[in-house]
């Protein structure tokens, strides 16, 4: 993921002097036209903010909404130090703004335009404050000046500038002309927290009016003048390519314009990742297309995989650690998650205790599935898209047509969610190669078979924990290995490591804490592409880590929350910079979730509660989870306790959604969710055979308490998503007395 990585003074320069808003820049100033105020700079209008005559206003987001609500969360930021009128203000998407900097890199002009990591308000929460209060101070002073008073004295609501001496007031909208000629200040002050009138309220999302009476514009809904419809018969086996085509039946269908053979990727290709093997069909119409896709008579090649399967995988990755061997040490851009000696204190240990766990790949399987369209010209190409990241759409179309990246014009459509799925590229790729080949504005659409079977899967991850106890029952020693495979296009080869995709990640809640502690992974080569699934990097470690812990609560002889907090111990801050995790933070959301959800009271038989926090995404999450098991296994919850630190909250109300959308999420995932792979093709093609939680198996009763633990904001996306499964696992233990080792859940409770 792009990272924001400037200084608070150097960061306003960049994004202010390249156009985004013009208070600091040399060049731009606020222009009255057509008696509105738009920032502008070089005479190019850039709609970040806009003052209309009749004193509302209009915000671009800067952020993909996928859901998440940042939409609203982040025009929150910047209407609260404006002092805008909230109820006034409607929002609209901001196209691509990037330009290139001194050293010829592709930089955006003043705030990271993607969505991932749960970074989005954290990143947003200086530079779009620090803009509004810029704003805010150009307007109090053009009224100063208009009365004949120093600015010092005046203040500011809904858009209007008071003088609380004369009772005079001014609107914004009546200060248009006044504030064209003024400059900038770079010293303005930003908000005291107490004075916040914007931030920190329960706003409804703006943008649920539009969703719900069908006037969003999504990505499948996207067209633009003159365009062809196309589907892609993809090659179902990984890494595989056509060998034969006979597409005589399906060049007949009324409105087939082309039908074009997409070959397979050398593993060297700059687009290996983006553009599969494959049949594209090119019409008038999508029907027409579809229709003729299914008419094409392929003959396939499975390619260097062929007889790979998920089976096979999972018992490689099981011998690998029972033999323990040749395993390297997590080594996180320098911080080597090894410490003290940990053979040492097994061996000193009263108890030990080992197991392993298994979690299986899983789709993304979003409500809206992928499309883009495209329009490659001569020098000069515009791209629509429902998007994690503009700038990564204009980075592969540059890369596919060759065309420099800022003569790439890039629209978001509102995303139908992605979970980390379109952060990828692939539907992009493929939509501007071919209308690079058709030479014509081009729609590549996705059907729900094409989502499950080519996603970028979450990794099917396989772990051995062991564990060491003292004769008082503290933990004084944890080894943990992870075996799995490893996306490679060469099944000789296994590529470096990327951190975000391994799973076992060496930045959450007990690294560094337990005294000796050690990390270490093994991997094999392997076709099925991967990519970021919810809260990656934490999702399937949590799931081994807190369920073993539990267990080891157990054999201490503990109750679990007083286990953990044992483990978390005196409030302290350790890990990277970049995620500096205080143990008393999250052992307040530990003691809160107990209290609020009643810890330790009696259940009825076949009941149980379990209880589970992780650090994730620099927020912090605990659940205690009550469910039921009946004779045949089937599985209720009737109640999820959450408490959750996120820091400053913007708006209580996008937290307790990120959070309520998270555990139906994770319970989806934990019952049933899973994708196998035979002969390196994946089984699954549609919601009959990958099993979605449906309404009935929703949870019966959220309780989320929020703790506000710092004055800045972290993010809510994906960390309630880990702790869930072990909390509810630990419930199905104590109500069944079974331990649940590999995900999903599936029949396992009814053998």
């Known amino acids: 993921m792009t990272k924001f990585e400037t200084t608070r003074r150097t960061a306003l320069q960049l994004v202010l002097a390249s156009g985004a808003l013009t208070f600091m820049a040399p060049r731009a100033l606020f222009a009255a036209s057509q008696q509105e105020l738009t920032y502008q700079v070089d005479g190019m209008t850039v709609p970040l903010l806009k003052i209309h005559a009749d004193n509302s206003a209009t915000i671009m987001n800067v952020t993909p909404d996928m859901g998440q609500g940042t939409s609203t969360s982040m025009p929150m930021l910047l209407a609260e130090e404006f002092d805008l009128d909230w109820d006034r203000v409607t929002i609209d998407t901001l196209p691509l703004r990037r330009a290139r900097n001194a050293e010829g890199q592709m930089r955006y002009r003043y705030h990271m335009q993607g969505a991932g990591g749960s970074i989005s308000t954290r990143y947003g929460w200086e530079p779009l404050r620090t803009i509004g209060a810029q704003g805010r101070d150009m307007f109090v002073r053009a009224a100063a000046a208009r009365w004949g008073v120093a600015p010092t004295g005046l203040t500011t609501e809904k858009a209007v500038v008071k003088n609380p001496v004369s009772g005079k007031s001014l609107k914004y909208a009546d200060l248009l002309d006044d504030v064209a000629k003024l400059s900038p200040r770079d010293d303005v002050a930003l908000k005291a927290r107490k004075d916040y009138r914007i931030i920190g309220k329960a706003k409804r999302m703006k943008a649920v009016p539009d969703i719900v009476q069908g006037k969003a514009v999504f990505g499948i809904d996207q067209q633009t003048d003159g365009m062809l419809h196309a589907v892609i018969e993809r090659c179902p086996h990984f890494r595989g390519q056509v060998r034969t085509l006979d ?198 659409t996705w059907m729900r078979e094409d989502e499950l079977t080519q996603c970028r899967y979450r ?202 959308g998270a555990i139906h999420d994770a319970l989806s995932v934990a019952l049933g969710q899973e994708i196998t792979v035979v002969n390196a093709a994946v089984e699954q093609t549609n919601f009959h055979e990958y099993d979605m939680a449906r309404i009935d198996r929703s949870v019966k009763e959220i309780d989320i308490h929020i703790i506000e633990g710092a004055d800045s904001p972290t993010g809510m996306g994906e960390p309630a998503m880990p702790p869930f499964a072990p909390a509810l696992l630990g419930a199905i233990y104590r109500a069944t007395g079974k331990r649940i080792r590999r995900l999903p859940i599936g029949d396992q409770l009814s053998v």
């Open 247 to 444: 597409d005589t039946a399906a060049r007949q269908v009324a409105g087939v314009r082309d039908i074009i053979v997409m070959e397979w990727q050398a593993p060297d290709s700059p687009v290996v990742e983006e553009l599969v093997a494959g049949v594209a069909v090119v019409a008038d119409s999508l029907w027409a297309a579809k229709k003729a896709r299914e008419l094409l008579e392929i003959e396939w090649d499975a390619g260097p995989y062929a007889g790979y399967s998920s089976a096979e995988a999972e018992k490689r990755s099981h011998a690998m650690l029972a033999s323990g061997e040749g395993f390297d040490i997590l080594d996180y851009d320098g911080n080597v998650r090894n410490h003290g000696d940990v053979a040492a204190a097994l061996e000193e240990a009263t108890q030990t205790h080992e197991a392993v766990y298994t979690v299986r790949h899983i789709a993304h399987a979003l409500m809206e599935p992928h499309s883009t369209v495209a329009d490659v010209r001569v020098n000069e190409a515009y791209v629509k898209a429902p998007t994690q990241s503009l700038g990564r759409v204009q980075d592969i179309t540059s890369i596919v047509t060759g065309i420099p990246a800022e003569n790439i014009h890039v629209e978001l459509g509102r995303p139908g969610g992605s979970f980390g799925r379109r952060y990828n590229r692939d539907y992009v790729a493929e939509a501007v190669w071919l209308s690079k080949t058709v030479r014509k504005p081009v729609k590549v």
């Open 459 to 660: 990794a099917a991850n396989n772990y051995k924990l062991k564990g060491g106890l003292d004769k008082s029952g503290k933990l004084i020693a944890l080894e943990e290995l992870q075996a799995s495979p490893y996306q490679s296009f060469d099944p000789d080869v296994l590529p470096p490591i990327g951190w975000m995709y391994e799973d076992l990640t060496g930045f959450n809640f007990e690294t560094g804490i337990i005294p000796n502690h050690v990390m270490k992974q093994k991997f094999f080569p392997g076709p099925v592409p991967r990519g970021p699934w919810r809260a990656p990097g934490s999702i399937n470690s949590a799931f081994a880590q807190l369920s073993f812990l539990d267990e080891l609560a157990e054999m201490a002889g503990k109750d679990t929350l007083e286990f953990m907090l044992s483990v978390l111990g005196e409030p302290r801050t350790y890990g990277t910079e970049e995620y500096p995790m205080d143990t008393g933070r999250m052992a307040a959301c530990y003691k809160l979730a107990a209290e609020k959800a009643g810890w330790g009271k009696k259940m009825p038989k076949g009941a149980g509660m379990g209880i589970a926090g992780y650090y994730s995404h620099q927020t912090y999450v605990a659940h205690v989870v009550e469910a039921r098991v009946d004779e045949d296994g089937y599985i209720t919850v009737d109640k999820v306790t959450s408490a959750a630190d996120c820091g400053l909250v913007v708006n209580p109300n996008g937290v307790r959604a990120q959070i309520e």
